[in-house]
T-cell receptor, first 112, second 113 residues
């Protein structure tokens, strides 16, 4: 049990819709990262937030956006959903200055 | 660009049959190498962080080692509950993505009684 929670656990959307996924970081962790994991693949880095600002981004288009709140909870927003967005979305938190990231259980998104 | 390759893709062991998983990496300035365990439909569970060549870490039946080009996860006398996908990831000093983890595809381990 890492203390990182995510909601919802599962979600079904249709192509073109928008989705918001939520994450609550482990206590004392002020940095959060989001990853996308397609079936049979390793997680792919989407972006990272520190002090409510994005400070690192992977190869994902601008329709993937995020927010981090003062209580270190965060959101991942995806606009104009595509079929290929179907995946497990993982949130990971860490303490500033430490390298190890602790993952939540993920949100399984299915786009039809 | 950082690259991580894990082998084998899948491994089936009998209970008690020891083996090793391999993680080969290419990175400009290693900040850390990480091993995670992932059960189906769950988030990755942290196992080890290794920082420099020659470093070793152990936890129960697992031992992780690191060289300048690869890392091994040794599993001694595995049990069925060790069945999972084992993920390797690297973090580099020179990445423009902060503390982003670059993962391999994982090794799917099945331990049969």
């Amino acid at each position: 049990e890492t203390g990182v929670t995510q909601s919802p656990t599962h979600l079904i959307k249709t192509r073109g819709q928008q989705v918001t996924l939520r994450c609550s970081s482990q206590s004392g962790h002020n940095t959060v990262s989001w990853y996308q994991q397609a079936l049979g693949q390793g997680p792919q880095f989407i972006f990272q937030y520190y002090r409510e600002e994005e400070n690192g981004r992977g190869n994902f288009p601008p329709r993937f956006s995020g927010l981090q709140f003062p209580n270190y909870s965060s959101e991942l927003n995806v606009n104009a959903l595509e079929l290929d967005d179907s995946a497990l979305y993982l949130c990971a938190s860490r303490k500033a200055g430490e390298e190890t990231q602790y993952f939540g259980p993920g949100t399984r998104l299915l786009v039809l | 660009e950082d690259q991580v390759t894990q082998s084998p893709e899948a491994l089936r062991l009998q209970e008690g049959e020891s083996s090793s998983l391999n993680c080969s990496y290419t990175v400009s300035g290693l900040r850390g190498l990480f091993w995670y365990r992932q059960d189906p439909g769950k988030g990755p569970e942290f196992l080890f962080t290794l920082y420099s060549a020659g470093e070793e870490k152990e936890k129960e039946r697992l031992k992780a080692t690191l060289t300048k080009k690869e890392s091994f996860l040794h599993i001694t006398a595995p049990k069925p509950e060790d069945s999972a996908t084992y993920l390797c990831a690297v973090q580099s000093h020179t990445s423009n993505s902060g503390y982003a983890l670059n993962f391999g595809k994982g090794t799917s381990l099945l331990v049969t009684p």
